[in-house]
């Protein structure tokens, strides 16, 4: 999803992970003193490697994704490009051979760099990537630029305060971009779903809002079990529901389908990926923590907007327990919060006792508070 550049780069959630791993299911990669690219090539090869190894999302796969990376050297203003899994012959491209490349299908094409380079970072990019660049007059490419420190970062630990980052204090990992937003190619052959959209200002939607955000706080650490899933599933049914009657309709469902299995597929694959990031939590923090820096409507907004991420992504993976095939159900149509309403059906009587029971697991006279002062932003 193309997104302009100031939202992208300094409220992207960058921290949903999935379940815990033993250190011997890391597919590690050293990385040494290799180039910068080299050390791209073998992340998208270790997370690949994941993915196929841990059947994360079965039939998607990096190995067969076209893509032009594009770096630029600041010393001397020149920049280089390299296209990873090439969908013809490009005229002027050099082969990267395989002790560079990971072992990945990779050449050497500087002559349309600086033309994507522009196209990313223009008054129309989002400053980090687009999609369907044609190379050479043929094959359509997704392009994302590239710097030392965001490759560097693509194996670290992520802290970011309740998910969200400054660019100006903190660097997200170019890997986790490439592994998210080429997901969002796979999805076009889905049934439909569209993003989130935010009603007008209301004080009980901004604490349903939270309280969905807040009960999968820390998701999925803490070896929970299938009857603690269980409740936080019903939970998570009862507040999406209370907050549908609010809205008049179910204006967040689809977009955690399309954005929540993305960030789910890709930190699930960073996890695997990564020993440093193997612990990540999907949410640091709650919503009202003051880390989210909500200080007028148009960051609330975003910010409430960006939780489908998160909760997204949670619900996702705690339904693969109980749902064997959900990933067939979202692929054909249906959400998350469809798939388990559906599957515990719950009574009325039964969605107002477990919408009291998420209350009552959270310091919810707190979530109240804040979002009283949301309304006076």
Same mark, same amino acid.
């Given at each position: 999803? #193309?997104?302009?550049?100031?939202?992208?780069? *300094?409220?992207?959630?960058?921290?949903?992970?999935?379940?815990?791993? &033993?250190?011997?299911?890391i597919?590690?990669?050293e990385?040494? &003193?290799?180039?910068?690219?080299t050390?791209?090539?073998?992340? /998208?090869?270790?997370?690949?490697?994941?993915?196929?190894?841990?059947?994360?999302?079965p039939?998607?796969t990096?190995?067969?994704?076209?893509m032009?990376?594009i770096?630029?050297?600041?010393e001397?203003?020149?920049?280089?490009?390299?296209?990873?899994?090439p969908?013809?012959?490009?005229?002027?491209?050099?082969?990267?051979?395989?002790?560079?490349?990971?072992g990945?299908?990779?050449?050497?094409?500087? $002559?349309?760099?600086?033309?994507?380079?522009? @196209?990313?970072?223009?008054?129309?990019?989002?400053?980090t990537?687009?999609f369907? *660049?044609?190379?050479?007059?043929?094959?359509?490419?997704?392009?994302?630029?590239? $710097?030392?420190?965001?490759?560097?970062?693509?194996?670290?630990?992520?802290?970011?305060?309740?998910? *969200?980052f400054? %660019?100006d204090?903190?660097?997200?990992?170019?890997?986790?971009?490439?592994?998210?937003?080429i997901?969002?190619? +796979?999805?076009?052959?889905?049934?439909?779903?569209? %993003?989130?959209?935010?009603?007008?200002?209301? =004080?009980q939607? +901004?604490? +349903?809002?939270?309280?969905?955000? =807040?009960? *999968?706080?820390?998701?999925?650490?803490?070896?929970?079990?299938?009857?603690?899933?269980?409740?936080? @599933?019903?939970q998570?049914?009862?507040?999406?529901?209370?907050?549908?009657v /609010?809205?008049? $309709?179910?204006?967040?469902?689809?977009?955690?389908?399309?954005?929540?299995t993305?960030?789910?597929?890709?930190?699930?694959a960073?996890?695997?990926?990564?020993?440093?990031?193997?612990?990540?939590?999907?949410?640091?923090?709650?919503?009202t923590?003051?880390?989210?820096?909500? $200080?007028? =409507?148009?960051?609330l907004?975003?910010?409430?907007?960006n939780?489908?991420?998160?909760?997204?992504?949670?619900? +996702?993976?705690?339904?693969?327990?109980?749902?064997? &095939?959900? #990933?067939?159900?979202?692929?054909?149509?249906?959400? =998350?919060?469809?798939i388990?309403?559906?599957?515990?059906?719950?009574?009325?009587?039964?969605?107002?006792?477990?919408l009291?029971?998420?209350?009552a697991?959270?310091?919810?006279?707190?979530?109240?508070?804040k979002?009283?002062?949301?309304?006076n932003?």
């Amino acid at each position: 999803m #193309k997104v302009n550049v100031n939202l992208l780069k *300094f409220f992207v959630l960058a921290l949903i992970l999935g379940s815990c791993f &033993d250190e011997e299911d890391i597919i590690e990669v050293e990385e040494g &003193d290799n180039p910068v690219h080299t050390q791209l090539f073998s992340q /998208i090869k270790a997370v690949d490697d994941a993915l196929i190894e841990e059947a994360i999302w079965p039939g998607y796969t990096l190995a067969d994704k076209p893509m032009y990376l594009i770096r630029k050297n600041e010393e001397d203003d020149t920049y280089e490009g390299y296209v990873v899994n090439p969908q013809s012959t490009i005229m002027g491209a050099v082969a990267i051979p395989d002790e560079e490349s990971a072992g990945l299908n990779v050449v050497r094409y500087d $002559t349309q760099a600086k033309e994507a380079f522009n @196209l990313i970072m223009g008054s129309e990019g989002n400053g980090t990537y687009d999609f369907d *660049f044609t190379i050479d007059e043929n094959s359509v490419y997704y392009i994302q630029v590239y $710097t030392d420190e965001e490759v560097t970062a693509g194996r670290r630990l992520a802290t970011y305060p309740g998910g *969200f980052f400054n %660019p100006d204090m903190q660097v997200l990992g170019s890997i986790d971009f490439i592994v998210h937003e080429i997901f969002h190619i +796979y999805q076009e052959d889905w049934a439909s779903y569209g %993003p989130s959209l935010i009603p007008s200002p209301n =004080q009980q939607y +901004y604490e +349903y809002k939270s309280l969905v955000h =807040q009960i *999968f706080k820390d998701f999925p650490n803490g070896n929970l079990n299938t009857v603690q899933l269980e409740e936080k @599933l019903k939970q998570y049914v009862a507040i999406r529901s209370a907050e549908n009657v /609010i809205t008049g $309709t179910d204006i967040t469902s689809d977009g955690e389908k399309g954005e929540g299995t993305a960030r789910y597929m890709e930190k699930i694959a960073l996890r695997n990926a990564f020993s440093a990031r193997a612990n990540e939590p999907f949410i640091f923090g709650s919503v009202t923590d003051d880390d989210y820096g909500i $200080t007028n =409507q148009e960051i609330l907004l975003l910010v409430l907007e960006n939780l489908q991420y998160e909760t997204g992504s949670s619900a +996702y993976l705690a339904l693969k327990e109980f749902v064997p &095939d959900i #990933k067939t159900q979202i692929e054909e149509g249906k959400n =998350q919060f469809e798939i388990a309403e559906a599957y515990f059906n719950m009574s009325q009587a039964e969605l107002d006792q477990q919408l009291q029971n998420a209350k009552a697991s959270v310091d919810f006279a707190k979530i109240q508070r804040k979002a009283a002062e949301w309304m006076n932003l």
